[in-house]
């Protein structure tokens, strides 16, 4: 990309755009348009057109655009106290911990910055708590095809997905792939080598795809059995998404590990690592760490997240307007059941699997060009990750726009 003229220092507002936009690094297929606020659900683009925002960044903002708890908060500490390293104790870091602790009935917390650091700190933990029982030959991570973890190298060996790792080899040893929901299966993996079962009980980035309802419960009795630990990947699935605090809760199991990023707190980075307290011990000073991790600004913003989704009927109202969300999901797929071929997920963590015939890049980008924001994911599956604050009329008004492109698909109009 060459300029005419370079521009000397006298670049206007345009060149430095287009100078900022050239000097970052390719590695999204980004999109031709760029927020600068947001409200609730919605995004303000640069030319003040309006945005129903179904991607929530990625299943980051719980609570939506500029939730005014959040924004005093984070106002707040700013005027305050922005870092002070983990040399130091962390009153919010405290706090926050002692919810998380509570919250999920696990008694320590690790906190880091981004959801790879908190899987990847996971399976560190999951390893030494081996080792300090004496059981140093226990390594092995089982994880599960079409499985995501993150893009660190450790993470990129515990996702399932070969051409992400093209050219970053070799790959960190210890991880093995087993099918999909699929209890045999694990258990002829298991053994006395396996330190841990990583699992995501609904993977995001997999396609929405929902674990079958008694896997969990049967993950835990056969880690037990053969003495590995059970890590919970709730990343994308936990805060709320799915309905409840932390997305395996329904199948009504405790793992031994559990780690959070994306929406813990709403926007602001942050990563977290939940254990038990036989597992946390195992880590002593020095054996782990992170500069930035539960830094105060973070930790304020995740208690105010952690206080409103703990407040008296509010994830039962995500779950009221989750299964109004199915009931459109189900009517879209009557009415179009050649496009559709299955509605996938849970709570507002949903993927509309489209038939193969249909491309799901363009179909993304034509939504957007139709105002509405969501996010592809594998098997074809259009995925729906709307703040868990997102009302019935923006519900129907999502569906609408789904429609309406649908609609235009000429051999998938069944109406
Ligand atoms: C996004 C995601 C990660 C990685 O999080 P980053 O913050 O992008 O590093 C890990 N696990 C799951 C399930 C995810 O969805």
């Known amino acids: 990309m060459m300029h005419d003229k370079p521009g000397g220092f006298e670049m206007n507002q345009k060149a430095v755009d287009y100078a900022v936009d050239s000097a970052v690094m390719q590695t999204y297929g980004r999109a031709e348009i ?30 939506g655009h500029s939730h005014p ?54 399976v560190k933990i999951a390893r030494r708590a081996a080792y300090e029982k004496g059981e140093s030959e226990r390594v092995t991570i089982l994880c599960a095809e079409g499985a995501f973890h993150g893009r660190t190298l450790g993470m990129l060996a515990a996702t399932d997905r070969p051409l992400f790792r093209t050219g970053f080899g070799p790959m960190p040893a210890g991880f093995e ?23 995501e009980s609904v993977q995001g ?28 990947d709730e990343v994308q699935a936990g805060i709320g998404r799915t309905g409840r605090l932390f997305s395996y809760e329904d199948s009504e199991i405790k793992p031994d590990i559990v780690a959070l990023a994306k929406g813990l707190a709403g926007g602001f980075p942050i990563g977290a690592v939940i254990t038990s307290k036989v597992v946390g011990d195992a880590m002593t000073p020095g054996t782990h760490g992170s500069t930035f991790g539960g830094n105060p600004l973070a930790m304020a913003a995740a208690q105010v997240i952690l206080e409103v989704l703990s407040e008296d009927g509010f994830l039962a109202d995500v779950r009221a307007r989750a299964v109004y969300l199915d009931d459109a999901l189900l009517g879209l797929r009557g009415q179009f059941p050649a496009a559709i071929t299955e509605c996938r997920g849970r709570g507002f963590l949903r993927g509309v699997r489209l038939d193969e015939t249909i491309d799901l890049a363009a179909f993304v980008k034509t939504l957007r060009d139709d105002h509405l924001l969501c996010v592809p994911a594998a098997e074809n599956t259009l995925r729906l990750l709307p703040p868990l604050t997102i009302s019935k009329d923006e519900i129907d008004l999502a569906i609408a726009k789904i ?6 698909i000429p051999k998938h109009d069944n109406e």
Request: net charge negative.
């Open 205 to 232: 980035e997999g396609g929405a795809r929902r674990v079958p309802d008694d896997y969990l419960s049967g993950v835990r009795a056969a880690a037990d059995e053969y003495g590995a630990l059970v890590i919970a």
């Open 403 to 408: 429609a309406a492109v649908l609609r235009e």
């Open 34 to 63: 760029g927020f600068v606020r947001g409200e609730g659900c919605w995004l303000i683009s640069e030319s003040g057109d309006r945005y129903l925002d179904c991607a929530s960044g990625i299943a980051v903002n719980t609570l």
């Open 69 to 122: 708890r959040l924004v005093a908060a984070l106002i707040e500490q700013a005027g305050k106290l922005w870092h002070t390293s983990n040399l130091y104790r962390i009153p919010g870091q405290e706090l926050v911990a002692k919810l998380l602790a509570s919250l999920s009935g696990l008694d320590q917390v690790f906190f880091c910055n981004s959801g790879a650091e908190a899987t990847e700190a996971a």
């Open 177 to 199: 792939h087993v099918p999909f929901g699929n209890l045999n299966a694990l258990r002829d993996a298991l053994g006395p080598h396996v330190a841990a079962v990583m699992v």
